[in-house]
């Protein structure tokens, strides 16, 4: 199969890990010569509630049992894009809030620029430095990264970055200006959180020169910081919400979430202003709301936050710098690069899966299943302090 797999799928890296994957439960992925590989990744985020959660599977099943897609997003009422929506309005502290269903994270933060530029007229868009929102080509352009994006120009235009956490640069938020759009915690940057009510900050300014607070909490939404979104935790309500990964617990799924008299802007001048084809598909909105009715709970939430202090408690080690994060979405910073890689890569030879983050090399992405349970914690952290002694 993996000879398969590098010949006929298109690969994103020269040297994928290739596992080759027979099925996935809770927190363990098994390889077709059935070795149980602990998960502290989680699909990148995207399996929020562990593989296979059986929730997730028995409404998936109820759904495919009555039908699948029938017609375009947006023009036809079903019954699971409802039902969800509705659930998650009243969950959010966003006002009369509409959410947008979509296919991805990154699709989700195309129609969120477009939103931000209809609503307010203007072009520029504020984005932060070291920020990661995806790879097409609106997102891409949110990056200021050059060795990435320099192949793909020309991207869209009047893009400009600030760098997080800095708000002597806030006064760069003007009148022309239409959206400020960041990661509520900075992911491939290395798991960074605001601090000093930065994001209230950002949001004040923007209510100051009538721009738009577009939060993207593609990651570190539903679950994954403690909180059922990272902004509740810093204090601050978006004007657009962008989310997706962990929110349908293993499918493809993104959404963008306004006030509806914002978001009422895309169905006219023009009609369909924003379209998508699988958007709010029935079997991924079931998927969706099975999912938010599992992490919504606050024992849920609260179990969370004690997974990180376990994490935290056990994860010390003269080879590791620093624990960054919140919840689980957490990075280990490495003395190095070279200590980051050898830890990922003996930790794959341990049956233990931990992963990279985009930007910052000496990180080690620990975002496992949020329903891991303390002794498998114990198990992939006692696996990783014995590698870093073989390592020093």
């Known amino acids: 199969m993996k000879l398969d797999f590098l010949k006929y799928q298109a690969q994103t890296t020269p040297h994928p890990l290739g596992l080759e994957i027979s099925y996935a439960k809770g927190s363990y992925i098994y390889t077709t010569n059935n070795e149980a590989h602990l998960d502290f990744v989680a699909g990148v985020s995207?399996?929020?509630?562990?593989?296979?959660?059986?929730?997730?599977?028995?409404?998936?099943?109820?759904?495919?049992?009555?039908?699948?897609?029938?017609?375009?997003?947006?023009?036809?009422?079903?019954?699971?894009?409802?039902?969800?929506?509705?659930?998650?309005?009243?969950?959010?502290?966003?006002?009369q809030a509409s959410t947008y269903l979509v296919n991805s994270g990154t699709e989700a933060i195309e129609g969120a620029i477009k939103l931000a530029r209809r609503a307010t007229g203007r072009k520029e868009i504020i984005a932060?430095?070291?920020?990661?929102?995806?790879?097409t080509m609106g997102a891409l352009s949110l990056m200021?990264?050059?060795?990435?994006?320099?192949?793909?120009?020309?991207?869209?235009?009047?893009i400009k970055h600030i760098a997080f956490n800095k708000t002597d640069q806030l006064n760069q938020i003007s009148s022309d200006t239409a959206a400020v759009i960041l990661e509520t915690i900075q992911g491939g940057a290395g798991v960074i959180e605001p601090t000093n009510n930065y994001l209230k900050k950002v949001k004040s300014?923007?209510?100051?020169?009538?721009?738009?607070?577009?939060?993207?909490?593609?990651?570190?939404?539903?679950?994954?910081?403690g909180f059922l979104f990272a902004f509740q935790k810093y204090n601050v309500i978006p004007d657009i919400l962008v989310i997706g990964k962990g929110m349908a617990g293993g499918l493809p799924v993104g959404a963008f979430v306004a006030q509806r008299k914002l978001m009422n802007l895309l169905s006219d001048n023009p009609k369909?202003?924003?379209?998508?084809?699988?958007?709010?598909?029935p079997l991924i909105a079931a998927?969706?709301?099975?999912?938010?009715?599992?992490?919504?709970?606050?024992?849920f939430l609260k179990a969370v936050i004690e997974k990180e202090k376990l994490f935290?408690?056990?994860l010390q080690h003269q080879l590791i710098q620093e624990i960054r994060g919140t919840g689980l979405m957490l990075a280990l910073i490495m003395k190095d690069e070279e200590t980051a890689n050898e830890l990922i890569l003996r930790?794959?030879?341990?049956?233990?899966?931990?992963?990279?983050?985009?930007?910052?090399?000496?990180?080690?992405?620990?975002?496992?299943?949020?329903?891991?349970?303390?002794?498998?914690?114990?198990?992939?952290?006692?696996?990783?302090?014995g590698i870093l002694d073989d390592l020093v």
Request: proline share 7%; with cysteine; hydrophobic share 40%.
């Open 46 to 95: 995207a399996c929020s509630i562990g593989h296979c959660h059986p929730e997730v599977i028995k409404a998936i099943k109820t759904q495919a049992d009555k039908y699948l897609h029938v017609m375009v997003y947006g023009e036809y009422a079903q019954k699971p894009a409802v039902d969800y929506t509705k659930h998650l309005a009243q969950l959010l502290p966003i006002p």
């Open 128 to 135: 932060a430095k070291n920020a990661y929102h995806g790879n």
């Open 144 to 158: 200021d990264f050059e060795e990435r994006k320099a192949p793909f120009y020309p991207l869209i235009p009047e």
């Open 205 to 225: 300014r923007c209510e100051e020169v009538g721009a738009l607070l577009i939060l993207d909490e593609i990651q570190p939404g539903f679950g994954r910081t």
């Open 272 to 281: 369909m202003g924003h379209i998508t084809t699988f958007g709010g598909n």
């Open 287 to 299: 998927a969706s709301l099975a999912t938010l009715k599992v992490v919504e709970k606050p024992e």
């Open 312 to 314: 935290k408690k056990l």
């Open 347 to 385: 930790a794959k030879k341990e049956y233990l899966i931990l992963f990279w983050l985009l930007f910052e090399k000496r990180a080690v992405r620990i975002t496992p299943p949020l329903t891991i349970n303390h002794k498998d914690i114990e198990k992939g952290c006692k696996i990783i302090l």
